[in-house]
């Protein structure tokens, strides 16, 4: 319910916001507006999908045609010849140049690059920065939402195991409403997909991806908008713990799986000519899993915020008191559907995890 409210709030100050703003008269100044007003939906949408130095609250425009930006400035890590920090409000949304020593730096659509005093960015043909970008190893929002949310994980958890024992395993509190979860991840994820000899060594991970995912999930869906799952650099690191335990793990049966899927069942010279095609596409599977959990899980979280991000932009493109308000009702109804695809999301994740590890933990008699 806080969620909702929140989006409540958000979208609502959006309207207010609209409805604030000057009015244009001039038919030619009208059509000009809406154009420049249309880019900058697409320019805050596209702002709003990427990872960012800093955590931007909201902007505005002064009398002298200044863009205000009010944000939270995030500290920037780069190795140029040494480490250099400094903090991001010194970039400016990439509107300033960076003075850190004798460097200069400069943001150009979402990266740093090295620069002169002036801010001189080169092209290539395809329209591609050319300055030398050195590594860059900032603390982002993205990266500051993910220590927050190991944070949170972590004193929850751990406050659930100290009322579990000082309650002789009752739980208390908001015990009560983790408790069904992680019960349910246990009896009708674990046990059926991986087997009752084995589920207990995955149940730590299958415990934390399920509530990172959720959490950071619900995250992207309060007013600060961090669209940490709908980063696919994010997704792909929880892809690749999954695909690294899956075949670590994986049993002699796993691997004979994948290189004699027949088994005994045909003889030998028989077998060659179909393993020339099961043997490749079995040991392809072992790639197209992971990497369909990594697609699957940044292709809808970042769907929810285009569609959601766009229907709040109709509001000011409208300007009417029948789209606007019809924008805003279906903004509300994505938002409240983005709350069950956040935990959808995360069950999907966790469920699909556990098959993996099920077919990694196999044994038996090879047929």
Known sequence: MPLVLNKIFLISALVATFFSAPKFVSAKETADSTKDLKSEIKEYISHHLEDAYD???????????????????????????????????????????????????????GKIYKTDVEGTITYDEAHHATNYAPLDLSITKGVVSMLFIALLMFWLFRSLAKTYSENNGVP???????????????????????????YMKYMNFLLTV??????LNLLGLTPLGVNVTGNIAVTFGLALLTFLITNFTGT????????????????????????????????????????????????????????????????????SWLGSPLSFGLAFAISLIELLVALLQAYIFTMLSALYFGFAAEEHEHH
């Open 55 to 109: 955590f931007s609250l909201y902007s505005y425009t002064n009398e002298k045609g200044e863009h205000i930006y009010i944000s939270i400035p995030l500290p920037v890590i780069l190795w140029d010849n040494g480490l250099q920090i400094f903090s991001s409000s010194k970039l400016h949304h990439g509107e300033e140049v960076a003075r850190v020593g004798s460097n200069y730096y400069k943001l150009e659509h």
């Open 172 to 198: 208390v509190g908001v015990g009560r409403f983790f408790e069904p979860i992680v019960l349910y991840i246990r009896d009708d994820i674990a046990r059926p997909n991986i087997g009752e000899k084995k």
């Open 252 to 319: 002699k049966d796993y691997w004979l799986h994948l290189f004699d899927p027949l088994g005994s069942s045909m003889k030998w010279y028989a077998k060659i000519p179909l393993y020339i095609i099961l043997i490749p596409i079995e040991v392809l599977g072992i790639f197209i899993k992971p990497f369909s959990l990594l697609i699957r899980l940044y292709a809808n979280m970042q769907a929810g915020h285009i569609v959601l991000m766009s229907l709040i932009g109709l509001i000011f493109i409208f300007k």
């Open 210 to 215: 399920f509530f990172f995912v959720w959490f």
